[in-house]
């Protein structure tokens, strides 16, 4: 995937265009149709008192990013080739979470796109799929596809924004209460903490960015301040959309209006702004399903470039593989089975401290994989202790896997 600036274009622009769509290529990965649904959702059932579990959400997510990223780009290796160093053989049991993980949620992520036409245009669903799919890949075509991707998901993550923000206007929420409960909620409940967290940096989500850094060089001791600044920006955008989401399902929800149907968000968008809160959901929900859709794709394929100078090659047509691959199996079954769905979520929750737990080791023990970089103590103590809700985290995430049993 090339990353070279067309010459007419000076370098400073080219990287602050690579640092935006790092962020934004891991903020719009995290924002797919699950993060829209499982937003309505707890909104729905603690009201104002979410702006809590957002707020907490957030903090502890950055802990995780700051971290992830600074040991990525100080490196400037991949977190499967950390892996491998650490202890041989690992970094090929992450790819393999990583890569069976993305492909199962991004059958989802394409089903999400087909919705979204729906909703928008009344398309059907499999053509609707079928033609988010070819626009994902040709966007890996592309000459530059470094280049388009980080301008597509950059463009993405501000429609996104803008629009729902529209629908939060339009919906009239309690702002001031939801501001008093994300410091003084009247109840508190760990579950949607938890849920969100797996959502926002679990599986392939918390690379993303970190990756997209490496591929454009953007990596070294020196580069300490842009890479952790850009870790942070990236969840503050994610916090951002979470929020307004949030403040749109709330203003319906605080106005007495009970959300029954099947699909919650379009009908909360539809009470506060008529027909066309309808078809900026439909906008909404296509923007977030094909950015997570080229994230995955990305994501997923840069765990295994590394093992290889034949894939490192031939990346874009792997990327392409996995967009089609993905697309066929959304074609045929129009949804990805639930008990694969299940067990691809409980695998993407072993992602989580199993591959963070190698890039804290390497951070406190390995300064050789990190050019004699001296890691900051605090950062240590607060990935340390990030790693460790993420162990219970990936506890909790075997219930999946014992539940197919049942």
Same mark, same amino acid.
């Given at each position: ?38 937003? &309505?959702?707890?909104? %729905? ?35 499967? =080739?950390?892996?491998?160093?650490? *202890? ?13 993980? #993305? ?20 398309? =059907? ?24 991707? =980080? ?24 702002? #001031? ?8 909620? =009247? ?11 797996g959502g926002t940096v679990g599986g392939y989500i918390t690379y993303a960015g ?26 503050? !955008?994610?916090?951002? %959309? ?8 709330? #203003? ?31 906008v909404v929900l296509w923007a977030a399903s094909i950015s997570s859709v080229v994230?995955?794709? /990305?994501?997923? !394929? ?36 639930? &008990?694969?769905? *299940? ?29 004699? /970089? ?33």
């Amino acid at each position: 995937m090339a990353d070279e600036a067309p010459t007419a274009r000076p370098p400073s622009a080219a990287k602050r265009s690579t640092l935006l769509g790092a962020v934004f290529l891991m903020a719009t990965s995290a924002i797919g149709p699950g993060f829209i649904t499982q937003t &309505t959702e707890f909104t %729905m059932q603690l009201g104002a008192a979410f702006a809590f579990v957002i707020l907490v959400t957030i903090l502890i997510d950055i802990a995780v990013q700051l971290n992830v990223w600074r040991v990525i780009g100080v490196s400037g290796m991949f977190a499967q =080739d950390l892996g491998n160093k650490v *202890v041989p053989g690992l970094g090929y049991l992450m790819a393999a979470l990583v890569v069976f993980g #993305g492909l199962v949620f991004n059958v989802g992520n394409i089903a999400g796109t087909s919705l979204g036409l729906d909703a928008l245009f009344g398309l =059907d669903v499999k053509i609707g799929g079928a033609l988010s799919a070819l626009i994902a890949i040709a966007i890996f075509l592309s000459k530059k596809a470094g280049v388009a991707m =980080d301008r597509i998901v950059v463009a993405l993550g501000v429609v996104m924004i803008a629009l729902t923000l529209f629908v939060a206007i339009s919906s009239n929420p309690p702002v #001031g209460d939801a501001l008093r409960q994300s410091v003084w909620p =009247d109840e508190v409940d760990f579950l949607p903490i938890i849920t969100l967290i797996g959502g926002t940096v679990g599986g392939y989500i918390t690379y993303a960015g970190a990756h997209r850094l490496v591929d454009a060089g953007v990596t070294g001791p020196e580069k300490v301040a842009e890479v952790s600044r850009s870790s942070i920006v990236s969840l503050l !955008v994610t916090g951002v %959309m979470r929020a307004v989401l949030f403040l749109a399902v709330l #203003g319906v929800v605080a106005a007495g209006v009970t959300l029954t149907s099947a699909n919650p968000t379009a009908e909360a968008f539809q009470h506060a702004a008529g027909e066309i809160g309808l078809r900026l959901f439909g906008v909404v929900l296509w923007a977030a399903s094909i950015s997570s859709v080229v994230g995955a794709a /990305y994501t997923s !394929v840069s765990f295994l470039v590394t093992f290889s100078p034949e894939l490192r090659r031939r990346r874009n047509w792997l990327v392409v593989a996995f967009v089609v691959l993905s697309a066929a199996v959304f074609l045929l079954l129009d949804q990805a089975p639930t &008990t694969i769905l *299940v067990l691809a979520g409980a695998l993407n929750g072993l992602i989580l401290p199993v591959g963070f737990g190698v890039l804290m080791w390497v951070a406190l023990r390995r300064r050789d994989l990190m050019g004699g /970089y001296r890691y900051p103590r605090w950062l240590l103590v607060v990935g340390l202790l990030a790693w460790l809700l993420t162990v219970y985290l990936g506890i909790s995430s075997l219930t999946g896997i014992a539940a197919l049993w049942q």
